[in-house]
């Protein structure tokens, strides 16, 4: 049984620096995730991709600004509970949620922050008989890492950005990429189109379009993939992996049924003060949820973060006040009593 001041459902980016922004407050915090590990999106989907727009970070890899957020929370000596779902929930008669997993463990808070992103990451898969059993086995629906393609044969199907980046990506990686794709036009950004012709024209990418992979051979792994072409009939294609980039459907999952206001798979919440849901001490935050003029963007879900800690302060502590106070002033102390001491810089009159 877990007990804690926030819950945090979702430990994607914006869920573990909640954990920065209440521990500043003296709050604790637990996450729980889905996933085997923290990170979200960055960690699952994009980890070894460069992100240009963290304030402060020209560039920085998905994967390490999570790693950065990882060091950046331990003061505060976050729980989780990895590889569950977030399943139930209960007011309790003492204003306690009661949250239970898929796997039956028990989290109680007095507050509690959506922050599940696109809720369960379930990857639309094609239509394949043989798909299934080839999993692990040749066929990913999630590059990790891409070294595991090096010098390999890829097949990539899709035709939106994540097939032509990857595509474009592993080209320098890869022995050999071949982009299979139904139609002729593609969904993605026109500059990643030109550049999968023009690697396409410089022999780099095997480019089949009006094609579909319909079936997969192999002993135990992928060894070949059929393609089925509008025009030329059946191509058999030698490969060691399958790549089907469809994207992630996005499936809120339980959090559906929580009588949470729902808008468009998204959760409605309060963005005039504190990212409240309709439900009084459950906030909405980061990619989850939804309002006038949203953007889904990890330094949009910092800012509602930062803000929300402050109204569940008030929940959690009623009547006492919080001042809000500069990092810079204050220093950074954490639950393990260690203080990153706030340094005294010199005043400069003018
Ligand atoms: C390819 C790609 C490139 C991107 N590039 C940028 C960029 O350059 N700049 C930028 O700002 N943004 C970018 N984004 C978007 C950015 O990744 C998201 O805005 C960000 O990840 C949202 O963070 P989050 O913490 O709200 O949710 P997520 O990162 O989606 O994390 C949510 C977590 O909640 C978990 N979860 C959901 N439901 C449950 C449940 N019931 N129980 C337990 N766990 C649950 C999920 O498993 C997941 O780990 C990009 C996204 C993609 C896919």
Redesign the pocket.
Known sequence: MIKTDILI?????????TVFEAGLLKLRCHL????AQ?????????PK??????PAYPEVL?GDLIDNLAEQIKPFEPGY?LG????TIEKLEDGTFKVV??KGTEHYAPTVF????????EPRKPPIKELVDFEDKGVEYIIRDPELYRDKRVVISGGG??AL?WAIFLSDVASEVSLVHRRNDFRGALDSVEKVVELSKSGKINLITEAEVKGINGEGKVESVLIKHKHDGDIVKECDHFIPLFG?SPK????ADWGLEIEKNAIVVNNALDYSTNIPGIFA????NTYPGKL??????FHEATIAVQYAYNIINPGKRYVMKYTTVNGVEGFDGEKKEAKKAAVIKI
Do not use: H, W
């Open positions: 459902i979702g430990a994607g980016p914006v869920g573990m620096f729980i995730d889905a996933l923290p990170g979200g999106q960055c960690s699952e989907i994009y991709k460069p992100i240009y727009d963290i998905a509970t569950e779902r977030a399943q997993t898929n959506i922050a599940g992103g696109l809720g369960s990451f950005d994540s980046d992630l809120l999952g339980p959090i935050i980061g990619d989850v889904k963007l990890i330094l949009c879900g």
